[in-house]
């Protein structure tokens, strides 16, 4: 049985892949703000997630105001980098893990949580900024990433008592998926 072994919280303003991406982490001015990944930083480097289910949501990149859907999954084996209007960052795509978003989306609904599947779901500065600046910046990323989408843009949005549903959910679906790479470490 996989299992989650940790949670982080990280804020995603493009600034802070902006500042990844020229060096500025030990600038002055981004310093303070990027000593607080340090803990962050040195578990995932220690304990080596073998996957990132990443909480995010989309900026328009993917969705508009014509079709936003509550909760979303990213099921791909890549996920390719968005343009978010200023050209795409010079990041590799993100690596999915298929198998186990497909597990958690059909576990997800069997526990009254429909959730819009994605096999091409672009990731902007939701998902790259706290990736970039959680992980280490090389050409291929550590870990595999299943992201899930939560609208918080357009009304209704869903209440904080349903996500919080939807994580138990996540939680009892990771736990039941039986694959041997994943029963040591999961994320």
């Known amino acids: 049985m996989a299992r989650i072994v940790a949670g982080f919280g990280s804020p995603h303003a493009p600034a802070v892949g902006a500042a990844v991406d020229r060096g500025d982490e030990e600038s002055p001015y981004w310093k303070p703000f990027f000593d607080g990944y340090k803990p962050m930083r040195a ?22 105001l014509d079709f936003i859907p509550t909760f979303a999954i990213a099921v791909a084996n890549q996920h390719e980098i968005a343009d978010e209007g200023w050209g795409k960052r010079k990041l590799p795509e993100v ?5 186990l978003a497909w597990h958690l989306s059909r576990e997800l609904v069997e526990q009254r949580f429909d959730l819009s599947v ?18 280490p910046h090389v050409t291929e990323w550590p870990v595999q990433v ?14 904080a008592a349903r996500c919080f ?15 041997d790479a994943l029963a040591q470490r999961s994320y």
């Open 118 to 135: 994605c096999h091409r779901l672009p990731l902007d500065h939701g998902s790259l900024s706290p990736l970039s600046a959680l992980l």
């Open 95 to 99: 690596p999915g893990h298929t198998e």
């Open 43 to 64: 578990w995932l480097e220690r304990e080596k997630p073998d996957v990132i289910i990443l909480f995010t949501n989309d900026h328009f990149t993917s969705f508009f």
């Open 165 to 179: 549903e939807l994580g138990r959910a996540i939680r009892r679906a990771v736990q039941s998926y039986e694959d």
């Open 146 to 159: 299943v992201p899930i989408l939560v609208n918080v843009l357009h009304f209704p949005i869903p209440s």
